[in-house]
């Protein structure tokens, strides 16, 4: 989709509930005076490394999936959530992240787990938008940032792009689920009524991962906090730009802010779009798109730019991000 930033839409908060807009005031004074350093507030680091699949083989035994359909976009396979937290204790875990996130009924743990095995409903929304507008991937480099189930990269990966490259918070996120949900879509003919060791069978597993090779020659997978992934990938010597950054349920946390701004800074092609889907608000965090938005202005370096707003409980919106250009 050739996409130009011909009209404006503002950020509505009439509607907010004073506590909000007082909750957001505040934070918005704390943003700015903590902001006076490109590193901006302290949080806690996750050092970034990247992920090399090897035996991909077994991964996807005994596992339970769900097929998205939204829309013309490509029907995606994913792991069932539920599964996959109440097998948790069947399978190593170095972060301790899925016991810790059952034991505690929480989807976030700040510092330690960010939610990625959770698929939040702004995603829905941003698939939503990709598929109504016909965004455009063929022949584009895509960085699915906050993948966690990697719906939006998988995406990319059915309608054309050249190379995805995931990002997540933590390394089980990936391992767990982003890879396995890749390995799920690619495509598989296989009768699944054939015996398994008929020579039909395991032709047909054998092209199954030749295709599931190919998939993977098109995918970079990282963890890790932003600022230590951007300076991964700064350090590598491919010199990686992306045409497309998709984000979903990323500016819940305000201390998050200027890494996030950092690398859609150093990351985004000189023609590129950054697509983020939103709620307006985060309760219990503190951040949301009236904060985000502001604090983008003042660093000057993007234009900003509410695409759909959708109504119906906490409104939540898909925005773009665009290089400024001089009037």
Not at 98 to 117: K, M, N, P, W
Request: glycine share 8%; aromatic share 8%.
């Amino acid at each position: 989709m050739e996409f130009t930033f011909n009209f404006d839409v503002g950020v509505e908060t009439s509607d907010e509930p004073v506590a909000v807009l007082k909750e957001q005031a505040q934070i918005k004074q704390d943003l700015t005076d903590s902001d006076t350093t490109t590193d901006g507030p302290k949080v806690g680091v996750k050092e970034a490394r990247e992920h090399h699949p090897e035996n991909v083989t077994h991964i996807l035994e005994n596992t339970v999936c769900e097929t998205l359909n939204l829309g013309t976009l490509p029907p995606i396979q994913y792991l069932n959530e539920t599964v996959v937290e109440k097998t948790a204790s069947e399978h190593a875990d170095d972060e301790d992240i899925l016991s810790q996130s059952t034991a505690l009924h929480s989807d976030l743990i700040s510092g330690v787990y960010e939610g990625g095995l959770k698929i939040w409903e702004c995603t829905y929304d941003l698939l939503t938008f990709i598929d109504d507008n016909r965004v455009a991937f063929a022949g584009k480099r895509v960085l699915d940032l906050g993948c966690g189930a990697g719906l939006l990269g998988i995406t990319a990966l059915k309608m054309g792009a050249c190379e995805v490259h995931f990002q997540d918070y933590n390394d089980t996120v990936i391992e767990r689920l982003t890879l396995p949900n890749i390995l799920l879509n690619c495509d598989d003919d296989t009768d699944s009524e054939d015996e398994g060791s008929s020579p039909l069978s395991k032709r047909r597993a054998g092209e199954q991962q030749q295709q599931q090779l190919a998939m993977l020659t098109k995918c970079r997978f990282f963890s890790g906090d932003w600022t230590c992934f951007l300076q991964l990938v700064l350090d590598s010597e491919l010199q990686l730009q992306y045409d497309l950054i998709l984000t979903s349920e990323t500016i819940y946390n305000t201390a998050y802010y200027p890494a996030l701004h950092e690398v859609f800074h150093k990351l985004l092609a000189p023609n590129g779009l950054v697509y983020l889907a939103t709620k307006s608000h985060y309760f219990g965090v503190g951040g949301g798109l009236l904060l985000f938005q502001d604090f983008v202005q003042q660093k000057g370096v993007f234009d900003l730019k509410c695409l759909k707003k959708i109504e119906g409980g906490l409104q939540r919106h898909v925005v773009a991000l665009k290089w400024k250009t001089s009037d």
